[in-house]
């Protein structure tokens, strides 16, 4: 009776989850599709075995799909799915496996790393076979086990991890990182032009109120310090022109922490412009979303088109997503125009899309004037910002996001499980935050004109370098990126055996020591040949001491004084790549570039 009744129950509470679910479609833009909510009520139904659970296990088990193909085209949930595959495998070999037991005294425990490197998160993860259960560790079967053995088997737990974790060490990139540090062991000199760190210092009036704070101790509230919120609404409606207050404010420990809370909390796809940061796509494949990339090209500057918005979204209205705008780029440099985000905005109301406008970069456009999808979306658009790029404080870790009003539903959620995490930031941090949002302030004005100005000219020369290489590239128009393609070198660099974007990295680093990105560690075709280029290797607190005595339209040979004073590293970096591109460029076919205009 008793576990008939708690069925009754649980069946009554999947209902009325459903049921909450229909009507919150009901209250304006995005759809509120909470993970837990929806993941319950699916959870609930599914737990009956059903025709298409069935049809589903029999499709994965025949290798016709994949899991997560099966779980989207038969409706069902793909945890559950993987665990019923699991089952029947499991009941499937049961007597092939007893029999093995009795044939084999023991099969060692493997290390995770191990396993095959085409396991994938559609791949059902297998779980530890050769358990003894309560018998004597010496012996399995009446057999007994060397002292070695023993000892192999008490040295700690089970190495087993989880396979999402493990497919990301995989990715591109991480080859050549190590080999990058391999080289440095070694003794040899190498220009990271990979890692998009910013040289800048930390304003002084910032690192004076650290230092003031130093001796703040108590946890703060999960959304952040009031005032500190206070501070960031009044700055995002001086920026944004929206009202906000407080209870529109989450501060986190940097905005990727954010952005993980938020795939935790929401349940949607995730759709990326393509190329997007590195970070995007990962954090999806571990919190097991599904993500699609939207292309976008070149010749576009890497714009996100209203039209590949609508024809993704028109194939399934109705579902809920997560788009993520990064403007200023990473890793293009390139920032969206007035008329291409009113344009996606339409799209995105149409479609009730959540969107994550990222502008970590904002303050670092190098005009000075930043454009938001806020302003064209404000009830569905989340603002991400923080203090990492233009402040120089990316290792004090504090971002914030900024919420429509009527989005409180989901900063609700995301507050609750902020609390089990990482439940506030740092207490000396935050107080000392406030400074860097005071509206007004000379000192900080002056500083962040100067970071524009300085990148503006280093962008626009690092731009005018690899023209001359005939390499396609995008003059940055903010931020510390750029993005260029190696395509019209196709030929000669197939001669040196570089087909890859990430071979052409590799061959790069090892013959001259310069490391750079590959495109497709941020989503592009290896055989397109994008790499980034980060050009933050200088001395930031020289460049901004020298940059005041340029002049607004300085000339060529006063814009390579000054790189050969402030970037040394940079120079010679960009000598390096030039001579190694000189074996790859067609004799036929001399490079030429304009010289570089800076606009200041």
């Not at 904002?362 to 302003?375: D, I, Q, V, Y």
């Not at 900024?402 to 000396?428: D, H, I, K, Q």
Request: neutral net charge; glycine residues 6%.
């Amino acid at each position: 009776m008793a576990r008939r009744r708690s069925s009754r129950f649980f069946s009554i509470s999947a209902i009325a989850c459903i049921v909450g679910l229909a009507r919150g479609r009901e209250d304006g833009a995005p759809r509120p599709a909470l993970a837990g909510r929806a993941l319950f009520a699916r959870q609930a139904i599914s737990d009956v075995e059903s025709p298409e659970i069935e049809a589903a296990i029999a499709a994965v088990q025949s290798g016709v799909m994949s899991l997560r193909e099966a779980a989207r085209k038969f409706d069902v949930p793909r945890t559950t799915l993987q665990r019923r595959v699991q089952r029947r495998t499991s009941e499937a070999s049961g007597s092939a496996s007893s029999e093995t037991v009795k044939e084999e005294v023991v099969v060692p425990v493997t290390d995770a790393n191990t396993h095959s490197d085409t396991s994938s998160d559609d791949t059902v993860e297998s779980t530890e076979s050769t358990t003894v259960g309560n018998q004597d560790p010496a012996t399995v079967t009446g057999h007994k086990r060397s002292a070695s053995h023993l000892e192999t088997i008490s040295q700690g737990p089970r190495k087993v991890i989880n396979c999402k974790i493990r497919m990301l060490c995989t990715a591109a990139g991480s080859a050549l990182d190590e080999l990058s540090n391999k080289m440095i062991r070694e003794g040899k000199c190498i220009y990271k032009l990979g890692l998009g760190q910013s040289p800048f210092p930390v304003p002084q009036c910032i690192v004076d109120e650290l230092r003031a704070n130093s001796h703040q101790r108590d946890y703060l509230p999960v959304a952040g310090l009031p005032e500190l919120c206070d501070d960031i609404a009044a700055w995002g409606t001086d920026r944004l022109h929206i009202d906000y207050s407080r209870d529109d404010v989450l501060v986190g420990p940097g905005t990727k922490e954010l952005l993980f809370v938020l795939q935790t909390v929401y349940y949607g796809d995730l759709l990326l412009p393509n190329p997007s940061c590195t970070s995007y796509a990962p954090q999806a494949a571990i919190a097991g979303r599904n993500m699609m990339w939207l292309p976008t090209h070149a010749e576009d500057h890497f714009v996100l088109r209203p039209e590949v918005l609508e024809a993704h979204c028109a194939k399934d209205p109705d579902a809920p997503r997560i788009l993520i705008l990064n403007s200023p780029s990473n890793p293009t440099g390139c920032a969206y125009q007035a008329d291409e985000l009113e344009a996606l905005a339409k799209v995105a109301r149409k479609y009730r899309i959540l969107v994550v406008s990222d502008e970590i970069y904002s303050e670092l456009h190098h005009s000075g004037t930043h454009l938001s999808l806020s302003k064209y979306y404000p009830e569905g658009t989340i603002v991400s910002g923080g203090m990492s790029k233009w402040c120089g404080a990316g290792g004090w870790r504090m971002g914030f996001w900024l919420f429509p009003p009527s989005m409180g539903w989901l900063r609700s959620s995301m507050l609750v499980m902020a609390s089990e995490t990482y439940t506030s930031v740092a207490s000396p941090i935050q107080h000392a935050a406030r400074r860097a949002f005071v509206l007004d302030c000379v000192e900080l004005a002056s500083y962040k004109r100067k970071c524009q100005k300085t990148l503006q000219l280093i962008g626009g020369w690092f731009a005018y370098q690899l023209q001359k290489m005939d390499v396609e590239v995008q003059v940055p128009e903010a931020g510390f990126y750029l993005f260029p393609c190696f395509r019209r070198h196709r030929k000669a660099l197939a001669v040196r055996g570089v087909l890859t974007d990430e071979q052409l990295c590799a061959h790069l680093l090892q013959d001259t020591g310069v490391a750079i990105l590959p495109g497709s560690a941020f989503g592009r075709a290896p055989e397109e040949l994008f790499a980034r280029l980060a050009f933050v290797d200088f001395k930031g607190d020289l460049a901004l001491y020298l940059i005041e005595s340029m002049q607004d339209d300085p000339s060529l040979e006063a814009i390579e004084g000054f790189i050969q004073s402030v970037c040394p590293n940079l120079d010679i970096a960009m000598r390096k790549l030039t001579a190694w591109m000189a074996l790859a460029r067609p004799s036929a076919a001399p490079a030429t570039a304009s010289t570089p205009s800076v606009g200041f």
